[in-house]
């Protein structure tokens, strides 16, 4: 699976639309790029995913540059309870599904 | 209703003694997965199971051992716990292993202390 790089931190203000960053230079023709979210104590849960189309669906846009190497994840409208680490992930057709979950980014979002 | 729920929430023990852990998915999903949550928040898979054959093991040590009755069940046994194994194990699952379309569901996680 290709390796994602991510910041390792970022802030928004509530209401307002937060965007994270995430580069997959290495990533093959046939990987999808997948969201995943971590908030404190549960477990991940998934957001998004696309191939090279822009996603949208009722919790974020997912926006894949033309040539794939990097992705943005934005939620329009950010509300305290989107605090949560986020990972964006690659993943490989026929891999019995197997995730690999960066460090990711840790979105905060303040009042 | 629960998606994919787990068994205990939260399990304290000591050294040396042998564990389990439930999962069960109501999603009618063929693939199970155990995952592992260290302390450094890295979240690191340790099985895969498709319609109750293993199809990832990593590099685990054979103190654990997971074991699947049917698809909608796939349980982890440890053995011999070690200190290293305290963690936050989070079950998940999937429609199907062999296509990356397909997206995981997760438990609610397991936090593991061994004293």
């Known amino acids: 699976d290709a390796k994602t790089t991510q910041p390792p931190s970022m802030d928004c203000a509530e209401g307002r639309a937060a965007n994270l960053p995430c580069n997959h230079s290495?990533?093959?023709?046939?990987?999808?790029v997948y969201w995943y979210r971590q908030i404190h104590s549960q477990g991940p849960q998934y957001i998004i995913h696309g191939l090279k189309n822009n996603e949208t669906n009722e919790m974020a846009s997912l926006i894949i540059t033309e040539d794939r190497k990097s992705s943005t994840l934005i939620l329009p409208h950010a509300t305290l309870r989107d605090t949560a680490v986020y990972y964006c992930i690659v993943r490989v057709l026929n891999n019995a599904g197997k995730s690999t979950f960066g460090d990711g980014t840790t979105l905060t979002v303040k009042p | 209703d629960t998606a994919v729920s787990q068994t205990p929430k939260y399990l304290v023990t000591q050294m040396g003694n042998d564990k389990s852990i439930k999962c069960e998915q109501n999603?009618?999903?063929?693939?199970m997965y155990w995952y592992k949550q260290d302390s450094k928040k890295f979240l690191k898979i340790m099985f895969s199971y498709n319609n109750k054959e293993l199809i990832i093991n990593e590099t685990v040590p054979n103190r654990f051992s997971p074991k699947s009755p049917d698809k909608a069940h796939l349980n982890l046994h440890i053995n011999s716990l070690e200190l290293g194994d305290s963690a936050v194990y989070f079950c998940?699952?999937?429609?199907?292993?062999?296509?990356?379309?397909?997206?995981?569901?997760f438990g609610p996680g397991t936090r593991l202390t061994v004293l």
């Open positions: 999603l009618g999903h063929d693939t």
């Open positions: 998940a699952s999937s429609i199907s292993g062999g296509s990356s379309t397909d997206t995981q569901y």
């Open positions: 290495t990533i093959s023709g046939n990987e999808y």
